[in-house]
């Protein structure tokens, strides 16, 4: 019998047990559970304090409600007052309120969520749930999915989000068919501001700073005014020459084109001309946010809430490359890069909410700009060729989201209705991507081989190339949930879902070269000189040169890109499902749906006049599925519960993994390109959990969980002239399995004496285990189209191993003293991850690791009152123990560094005032 039947069976076979009974004991309405029954107002009467006493979770304990909407209906606790959503919910959730995300002391979301079980980030905020990488998770804003403008992820970073427009943040990690089925390893949904209880402004700034960075030396280039903004003012633009040659649709062969003009707009010093910096100066952020609310109709509540900041951090990385020459990591290449990073962040919201009765209405509107400066100089030692390399790179990168969306919430009586609908739109701009490269010999033997020359002739000794690229993705999506409460142990949820995304991404790479007779001693100018104005006419004046006594030499551009300069990509999908909440029993639930998706996914490659080109590198995915999940949740006694849970789920490629177009990550220092041939991964998920709670929101959780993938997608490298390569490829199947244990304690210390009286121990940890293993058999073949297409799959995976992104051990502890009545906090907060493996590699040579170790965190808040107005201070200390980063490859006994570097120790001080 096929996965699919077993697991439709073992539903069916769920249902069947199942007997109407008694009436609902909780009522949590969220899109997850379906329509709640009705409260059972027998469970109110005992006091908390009785229940705290006996050891036990009392029923009506108070617990702050958090704000959260997902599809199919905000949850909101109302059977047994048990506000804690982690309980009442009917999936596993991890929910970070206010308080919560303040506690960590993190400026963004990202941050935030590794305080979660089984939650980390790699790279720049991709969330990695329970060792999935960010293409099985699914990222939510209000219930509505988001575009993303990094073009290696579909799913966007979300270190973009500061953490002070957030109200909330839901991490499901059991499937509920009220989501959409791109559901590996979980899904994020952030809930923003809406409706304030009071008017208020808050006012905020801050600064900080690293033992690595500030204060310390560091590069960078001019680049325009408005950097520091986070904009910039048009001088990376293309000039006219550029520009009219890039509407043209011509080669750059075509005579008609005027090289010498656009190599003379090309050589602008201050895009090109690396400066020192000798004190790097500290990071900053300011920020205002202001809300209000008033009565509106008889029993109504508008409010407006409106936020803007902006920050400007540093970051220095001097950073060890290396590369194997083959499977003993004997040295090809070792060198070092030290590179200064500078980021601007500009974000802006406008919330604007109803509240009428039982009825919740929604406007959002978010901006969020996110600009890299980047300025780098490495010095890399080829073994192999016995020469000695300088790359000089700038760049400037850019990526912003532009999103608007609309919730409504509304109530009527058994009847509920959610309606949600959004645009969002994604950009991502990286113009002017420069890098000059430098060579000299090892063993010199002429008059200049051993200085350091650019003779800009296509690597041989030297290298100069430019890049002009930019992405824009649109989204618009909309979806209608109705739920209807049949019995007092019956809800119903039907809905359906449309969403419609598009992406151009273009990128045109110029290779600048000499040609003739170039003179070496022009090979030693810096690179502003090498495309300063009088030497590129100098190279078309040859009555100048014949008179100088120098060439004949004359220079040409080379596009690199010209095969594939553009991609258009689309993914339509609609989807439809029905859910069903049932108690046969009092104490025992019942979440059981099935989701239906049809999809497609297209990549068609553009010539460079902007129309399809016929290219073979083009996809076409037409797929449909049904999604089927049910989770059965039985409260064994008042403070224990357990919970099963099956479904099915899918990953699809994202649209940079299918685009055959190089792209540098300056993160990683990898160059990437997609491949075309990558297909739909398709998961089945097991998961068993126990619960135990007690007074004061304490509570105890282990559970297990199962996943086995069909096709999951992985990434592989390949070293090359300097460069690390990385593809992807589809392996054959894997499996991943593991168990979590959380444990929250908070114990009140009133009885220490007075100082005490409003004071609190709160001692969070989480732990998880995970094992992943990739299955490789004899005659599973992989399609690379680029490598050749199909062939054997042990040519890029080894059986046994495990996947990407996969940390065996994660664990996060957090000990803390708060002030109930105030606020005063002081937490220290420890996280732990064990290596992984972040790219497989090819030709035998070892996978490429990293291990991120252990870091300790210190956040101090205290809340102060000075001249009437309410101030917040707030003190950080991250990475106290130093722990660096590494990224290496290694063979038991020999190891090799290929992004390594140390992180330092950073500090920041912040005050915020209320009024």
Sequence with gaps: MSTGKQLTALLLLTTALTVP??????????????????????????????????????????????????????????????????????????????????????????????????????????????????????????????????????????????????????????????FPGEFGGGVINLTTRAVPDDSFVKVSAGISGDTETTFGTGYSYYGSDYDWFGFDDGRREPGPALQSFLDSGRSMTDPDVDQQAILTELGDPNLILLQSIGKLPVNWSAGITAGTSFDAFSDGRFGVIATASLSNKYRNRFITRQSALNGELDLDQTGSQFQTDQRILANAMLGLGLEVGEHRFRLTNLFIRDSLKRASLAQINDLTDDDDDLFQNTGWYERQLLDSQFVGEMKFGDLSVDMRAGY????????????????????????????YLNLQNGGQRGRTTVAFSDLTEDLYYGGLDISYRLANWLGVTVGGAYTDTSRLSRRREFDIRTTGAYPQAFGAFRPDNLLGDSLIALGYDSAAQTAAGIGPFSYTIIETT??????SAGLEIKAGYAQARLEPTTGVSLDVGARYEDATQVVVP?????????????????????????????????????????????????????????????????QFTGN???????????????????????????????????????????????SVVSRFANAPSATLYGAELEVQWNKDLYNLGDWWDSKRLVAIANYTYTQSDISVQAGDM???????????????????????????HIAN?????EDLDRVSQLTFLFNYGSKRVISRSTLSRPDILENPGLTIDFVARQGIRLAGTDLEVKFEARNLTGRDHFEYQTTGTTRIENNSYKVGRSFSLSVSAEF
């Excluded at 007690?694 to 300097?722: C, H, M, Q, T």
């Design 562 to 567: 010209a095969a594939d300069p553009a991609f």
């Design 21 to 178: 009974g008694a009436a609902f004991a909780q009522d949590a309405s969220t899109g997850a559970e379906g329509v709640p029954a009705t409260e059972n107002a027998t469970t109110e009467a005992a006091p908390a304090q009785d229940a705290a006493a006996a050891g036990q979770a009392p029923d009506d304990e108070a617990f702050e409600e958090p704000e959260i909407s997902v599809p199919g209906g905000a949850i909101v606790v109302t059977g047994r007052r048990r506000q804690d959503v982690t309980r009442a919910s009917s999936q596993v959730v991890s929910v970070l309120d206010s308080a919560s995300i303040a506690r960590t002391g993190e400026g963004d979301i990202a941050g935030a969520l590794t305080r979660v079980t089984g939650l980390s980030t790699v790279g720049n905020g991709l969330v990695y749930v329970r060792g999935l990488g960010d293409r099985y998770s699914l990222a939510l804003l209000n219930g509505l999915p988001l575009p993303s403008p990094q073009p290696l992820s579909r799913v966007v970073p979300l270190d973009i989000f500061p953490t002070s427009i957030i109200a909330s943040s839901l991490v499901q990690k059991t499937y509920s068919a009220n």
């Design 813 to 817: 502890v957090q000990l803390g003293l």
């Design 676 to 722: 075309p041939g990558l297909v739909d991964s398709e998961l089945t998920n097991y998961e068993a959990r126990l619960e135990y709670y007690w007074g004061s929101g304490s509570r105890l959780s282990a559970a297990g969980f199962y996943k086995d993938i069909k096709n999951p997608i992985e990434v592989f490298s390949s070293f090359n002239d300097n």
């Design 424 to 451: 969002a739109q994604t950009q991502r701009e990286a113009p002017n991507e420069w890098e000059f490269v430098y060579s000299r010999d090892i063993n010199p033997s002429g008059e200049l081989d051993g200085v």
């Design 606 to 670: 553009l010539g460079l006049d902007g129309l399809p080109n016929g290219s073979v590198n083009a996809t076409l995915l037409n797929n449909d599925y049904w999604l089927p999940a049910a989770t059965l949740t039985w409260e064994v006694a008042n403070s224990l519960q357990a919970r099963l849970n099956a479904s099915k789920t899918i990953a699809r490629p994202q649209f940079r993994e299918l685009i055959l177009q190089t792209y540098y990550d300056p993160e990683t220092n990898r």
């Design 782 to 808: 992989v399609n690379v189209p680029e490598l050749g297409g199909l062939q054997a799959a042990t040519n890029f995976f080894e059986d046994g191993t495990a996947l990407t992104g996969q940390s065996d």
